[in-house]
């Protein structure tokens, strides 16, 4: 079992910036971040894996978000930067005790635990 926590989220402006983080009870193989708005289907945002040297990004938020994570600390973070309003959401952090091939690096039904979701609010 692995126990995850978010915080960092908050409320914006757009061109703003957020940083979540996820603190982990242990490490695992891969962790992502998703995000669900109101009426839409949860989303894969970005994935870490291989010890954070491998990351992967929806192209929604290429260049703009940056995964990353302190082993030390088994700590995942999210560093959201140019913040739009379409990037409102909650985001929950996930992981997977296996490694994930490229199609399956952003599909939330590959990872076995999840966070309780901190919320994202930009506004315009």
């Known amino acids: 079992q692995v126990h995850l926590v978010e915080s960092g989220g908050g409320s914006v402006q757009a061109g703003g910036s957020l940083r979540l983080s996820c603190a982990a009870s242990r490490s695992t193989a891969c962790m992502g971040w998703f995000r669900q708005a109101p009426g839409k289907e949860r989303e894969g945002v970005a994935h870490?894996?291989?010890?954070?040297?491998?990351?992967y990004y929806a192209d929604s938020v290429m260049g703009r978000f940056t995964i990353s994570q302190d082993k030390s600390k088994n700590t995942l973070y999210l560093q959201m930067n140019s913040l739009k309003p379409e990037d409102t959401a909650m985001y929950y952090c996930?992981?997977?005790?296996?490694?994930?091939?490229?199609?399956?690096?952003?599909?939330?039904?590959?990872?076995?635990?999840w966070g309780q979701g901190t919320q994202v609010t930009v506004s315009s």
């Open positions: 996930a992981a997977v005790d296996v490694w994930l091939p490229g199609g399956q690096r952003l599909d939330s039904r590959k990872y076995n635990y």
């Open positions: 870490i894996s291989l010890g954070g040297s491998f990351t």
